[in-house]
Each structure stands twice: as structure tokens, then as C-alpha cells.
């Protein structure tokens, strides 16, 4: 059983970023920065068990344009390649020479993308429960609420769709990923657009893992639409990757099982 250290404030950061403000947070310590992408509907309060369990390292979670605190796009400009584009932006404010890059599901594929095209700063990446391709639709698009009486039942909420989940993971994705709207009712902070369309599913990524160069770790969920063959294919893909199962965890392994997701990233960098 890991120790967790508790985490002490965190530095809100925001820059501005191609279509308008871009916010993250730093969970604070030391060393080469562990910059964290969270997936669709998510946010950056999603990593914080796991910034808690790589203490003292450094982290740093980013909310992608449309969640959390970021801007929403008036357009549905939401491609893949405009996050990519909003990390570039944030890492140059941030100035960051050098990182370690860590995404979830669609952030892993925006880590992907950015990697291959900026190889010189990224130190390692880790690509965590999520295919390169799909043959699901942009429109296929799993029903979940889209409000709440109470951030009490948005907890509730939380807690069942990542049933393994620590309360504090829990909490810390409810109340910083859910707000009161203009009736008092609590909903995502994430823009609706997201609630029937999600325009990854358009994306194939495969070429890409081909020309990655840098120590790459793969990490599989084992509660999860993620296919464990297409992850092995991605794994031989990318020459002296490393591929790790999470066998207790669902799809969103930062929040339904940090403390193994940061035991496996630690395990990855070493010292």
C-alpha cells in the first residue's frame, strides 16, 4: 500500500490561449514536470489522488478547452488538433523546457499528437487506457445526467460510475468538475456540446505511434470499452514501450484507481 501525502495549496494558472482563457492547476513539488490531460468530460481536478500519491514530484493537470475552467468553444472547434494547439499555448506560458506527458483516454491521444510534433520537450509519455482509432461514431454518445438536485447526488453519481474510487477522488472531481447553474441546479462544467458529440472518435491515430522516439508506457484499464489486443498492437507499435494492466479499475484509472496509476508512472520514471 502506497503512502499518500496530502497535497498542500494549489496554484490556479491561467493563460491565454488561441480561442480565449486556458486553466490549470499546480499541484506543486519538485523536478521535471508531470503535465496530466484529463478525457472528455473531465477536468483537472480528476488527477488529484495521483498528484497526491507522486508527491513530492511535480504535477501539473490541465483543463482541455470546453471543461473545467477553460474556455468553451462558440464554434465546437473541439478537434484533437485544437488541443494540441491549447497545450503548445499553455506549456510556452507555463515555460516548461521539458516534460513528462501523462493523458487519459482523449488526453492521451491530444500527448500523442503533441509529442511526435514537439519530441524535444517531451521526456516521457504515458498513454493511458485509450485506441488510437474507432469504430464508434462522433455521435455515439453513452447517456449519462446532465444535472443534479445536489452536489450530494453528483457525488453519488461519481461514486457509481467509478465504483473503486477513493472518496477523496471523488469529491475532488465533484465539487471541482460540477457547479451550481443559473437555477441552482449542479451540473458538469463541461459545455453541452459534449453531451452528444465527441469528436475524437473521428481521429486515427495509428501513424502516429509510429513515429514516437521517446520512452512511451501504456496503461489498460481492466473495466473497460478499451480493447486489450488494440492496446498490445499499440504497444509492439511503438519500439521499447512498456504496456501495464490496471486489472481493478474502470476506464477513468486517474480517478477509479490513482494510487496504481501513479505506483505504475513511478515505477516508469524511476528516480
Not at 523536478?31 to 490531460?37: D, K, N, T
Not at 487506457?129 to 450530494?152: H, K, L, M, N, W
Request: aromatic content about 10%; charged content about 20%; some cysteine.
Amino acid at each position: 500500500m502506497m503512502a499518500f501525502t496530502e497535497l498542500g495549496p494549489v496554484l490556479h494558472r491561467v493563460v491565454e490561449g488561441p480561442i480565449g482563457p486556458l486553466h490549470s492547476i499546480d499541484y506543486g513539488g519538485s523536478g521535471q514536470p508531470i503535465v496530466c490531460l484529463h478525457g472528455v468530460t473531465g477536468s483537472a481536478w480528476g488527477w488529484y489522488d495521483v498528484a497526491a500519491a507522486l508527491a513530492p514530484r511535480r504535477v501539473i493537470a490541465l483543463d482541455m478547452r470546453g471543461h473545467g475552467d477553460s474556455v468553451w468553444s462558440p464554434s465546437g472547434a473541439y478537434d484533437t488538433a485544437d488541443h494540441v494547439s491549447d497545450l503548445e499555448k499553455q506549456l510556452d506560458a507555463i515555460e516548461l523546457e521539458q516534460i513528462t506527458l501523462v493523458g487519459s483516454s482523449w488526453g492521451a491521444l491530444v500527448a500523442l499528437e503533441y509529442c511526435v510534433h514537439n519530441p524535444n520537450r517531451v521526456g516521457q509519455l504515458a498513454i493511458v487506457d485509450i485506441e488510437p482509432s474507432f469504430e464508434a461514431g462522433v455521435e455515439d454518445v453513452p447517456a449519462r445526467p446532465r444535472q443534479f438536485d445536489t452536489y450530494e447526488d453528483a457525488l453519488a453519481w461519481v461514486q457509481e460510475a467509478n465504483p473503486r474510487a477513493p472518496r477523496s477522488a471523488a469529491n475532488a472531481l465533484t465539487y471541482g468538475g460540477f457547479a451550481p447553474n443559473v437555477t441552482g441546479q449542479i451540473v458538469p462544467k463541461h459545455d453541452p456540446f459534449f453531451f452528444e458529440y465527441w469528436p475524437f472518435r473521428s481521429g486515427d491515430h495509428w501513424e502516429t505511434l509510429k513515429k514516437l522516439t521517446c520512452p512511451t508506457l501504456f496503461v489498460h484499464a481492466g473495466f473497460t470499452f478499451v480493447q486489450g489486443d488494440v492496446m498490445q498492437r499499440m504497444h509492439e507499435t511503438v519500439p521499447g514501450s512498456r504496456l501495464v494492466q490496471i486489472a481493478e479499475s474502470g476506464h477513468v484509472i486517474p480517478v477509479d484507481n490513482p494510487e496504481a496509476l501513479a505506483s505504475e508512472l513511478i515505477g516508469f520514471l524511476g528516480d
